[in-house]
């Protein structure tokens, strides 16, 4: 007897120690998930795997195609070799799954048994949660009139699109994508501008990916989804995505006037929200699309189709699922298209005016350029989000630039049109910019760092009294405005003087300081080493000052005292080139 105790005795360590042993799986699963299974409940969730694939010689490669394919290529290799083992698992225990290949990891469905056998795998790093997530609506309309011409959509006049129209580049050649709610594509203000539509006949392979497949659990809706599910044809389910194409791409307003930055340029689309909700499954699923489209089947990817620029103006924030623990699975979707070639514009959230309220994917992210919201007399938005990002720790500067948010009138469902507010309204200019930027200069195509630096450099600087972290609001950057409002004349001359995928020495920068301006401005010329003349001209015509400017000199200061409240022109002549720009005086 006491030897049987004894033995026991013994045993019960070992029995201690194998069942510790045995709860190691759990440190591989998202507590939000364990807890929704808990009680027996099945749940989605994403597998993420130990595998990933490296990318760093795509930063060697020249062109956008080249670029696309590597990436591509060593991204779906990568998840082919390494998901076997999960794959087996699943269809063993009858599990529904999705393989990603963007991400090296799979989506599937399922208990807590399953769970414990997928995270037991050595070749599995993480089973995450897959919550549902509510899209942030867009805020009511806000207006600020300041005397803005006719025919033109405050926004774009703002940040110069229709003197790079006048120039010739309206964004011809550019592939913009859109993920959102989804788009009415023959809603008349895009339709024309539809990858997928040649005037004549429409064709929705490789140009449209629905990746709603279920009705969100966050829907209360009763009514059945208008798009349905896994939709074959372009279909917007709530109004936001159409209204942001619209400001990427579209023709006139019903009150004739332009709305899109880049109407020149073509769109593809993905719906990644169900009525306003996602999951990082869906945005995911549509970043992996824009990397290689694919037919309506879902198969025959092709990255030679990948659009130019996507604009994202969608969160994903910690209270509804998205947190330290899983922000690395959205940043490597965000890093990977942008090795891919991709510019990745992102609406910087409207959880302002507090410092630090950048903090959700993908905004947050380096890789991500984030773009906040300003009004018509350009100052930020009460609600644009500021930097710089603490959730993740690393006090990274964000916003990058800022961009016209705030009354923002675009299209809608049904052939309408409405007029909005936030920073899901800024992103789609920058986007815009980026299109006639590229048609500009062909070869700034797959340059992302190249492009998203000349936004920067050439962005109009703003400062506020508004100081957050190590960045003060009177400097630029800041974590306010970023580099400031975007300007997109300065960016698009910048972009001419670029070759080969790089600056010519000596790039010429032009700008007016303040603007708008009371009793004087300055125009100032950054890198301009040759003899100039500079025109000033009033809306009318009327030339209003003429002067010559010596080698060598930056600025001029021009007194406005009894000049006529209104908008001036300018332009600056040197050595067989030209700068035009825009001021106003108050």
Known sequence: MKK??????????????????????????????????????????LILMQAQAELGESRNLKSKEEKGAFVFNRLRQTARESQGAVINLLEREKAPYRSFFIVNMLQAKGGLALIR???????????????????????PAETEEVGLRDGLEWGLEKINADDVWAMGYNGQGVVIGGQDTGYEWDHPAIKSKYRGWNGTTVNHNYNWHDAIHEISPLTTNPNPNPCGLDSPV??????????????????????????????????????????????????????E????????????????????????????????????????TMQMAVDNLKAAGVVVAVSAGNNGSSCSTVNTPSAMYENSFSIGATGQNDTIAGFSSRGPVLVDGSGRLKPNVAAPGVGVRSCVRYGGYATYSGTSMASPHVAGLVA??????????????????????????????????????????NAVYGYGRVDALAAVMAALAVVDGKEVPGLVTVKVLP????EEAVIAAEGLDSPAQLQVFALSGQLMRQSAWAPGQAFETIGLGDWPAGLYFFRLTAGGRAWTGKFAKQ
């Open 436 to 477: 006639l930027m590229i048609s500009a200069n062909p070869a700034l195509a797959g340059q992302v760092e190249l492009i998203e630096s000349i936004i920067e450099q050439t962005a109009r600087p703003m400062l506020s009294n508004q100081s957050c972290g190590s960045f003060s609001g009177l400097e630029v950057p």
């Open 117 to 139: 056998q997928l995270a037991e795998l050595d070749a599995v790093a993480q089973v995450q949660d897959n919550p549902a997530i509510k899209l942030a609506q867009p805020l």
């Open 234 to 287: 372009p279909c917007d389910d709530h109004n936001h995505g159409t209204h942001t194409m619209g400001t990427m791409v579209g023709d006139e307003s019903d009150e004739g006037k332009k709305i899109g930055v880049a109407p020149g340029a073509r769109w593809v689309a993905c719906r990644n929200m169900e009525r306003g909700n996602g999951a990082p499954s869906t945005y995911i699923e549509c970043f």
């Open 515 to 518: 603007n708008p301006a009371h």
């Open 4 to 45: 049987t105790l004894l033995l026991a005795l013994l045993f019960l360590p070992l029995l201690a120690w194998k069942n510790q042993d045995d709860d190691n799986w759990k440190d591989k699963v998202d507590a939000s998930l364990l807890a929704k299974v808990s009680k027996g409940d099945e749940a989605s969730f």
């Open 289 to 328: 699309w824009f990397l290689a489209p694919t037919n309506l089947d879902n198969e025959n990817p092709d990255p030679t189709k990948a659009p130019h620029v996507i604009s994202n103006s969608w969160s994903c924030p910690e209270e509804e699922g998205c947190n330290p623990s899983n922000f690395l």
